[in-house]
């Protein structure tokens, strides 16, 4: 096993513990046996691995991870962060940085690891954690009604 499995394999397995998630579907087409092992220890009722999301369209899972080797495009990651599952994580490489950061912002997600020396960049989604209240960010008051017979243009 290579540092970046190591990292890689770690990693996933701190967000599932932090997350708890009954049902996980991980995006890839390598061999993850050593990373089913490590998740088989932990509380995980459904675990689907695949290589693509075609066959996905009426399945809910808790969390969705895509590793490196795959190279899902923006409509797809849409699909999965707004119909698939709440919790997304991506890993990626630094080939085309500069894009994929852009896109993954534009879809509403953070970073979440960097790490150069092995090439491993991962990107998180959370929809719980994505847009959180705010005291000023409600109806209360936006409608002004005390001033609708006080200012008229």
Known sequence: MTKKEKILH????????DENPKNIFILTSQDVSKLIKRIEKLSVNGLSIGPNIEKLSDENFDLFIILDDIHASE??????????????????????DQETNEV??????????????????????????????????????????????????
């Open 75 to 96: 409509s797809n990651i849409g699909t999965i962060k707004n119909l698939l599952s709440h919790k997304v994580a991506i890993f990626t490489s630094f080939e085309n």
């Open 104 to 153: 993954m912002l534009k879809l509403g997600f953070q970073t979440e690891l960097i790490d150069k020396n092995n090439k491993l960049k991962c990107f998180s989604y959370n929809l719980k954690t994505y847009n959180n209240k705010r005291t000023w960010n409600n109806p209360k008051g936006w409608a002004n009604p005390e001033n609708f017979d006080k200012f008229r243009w």
């Open 10 to 17: 770690s990693y996933i397995t701190n967000i599932i513990e």
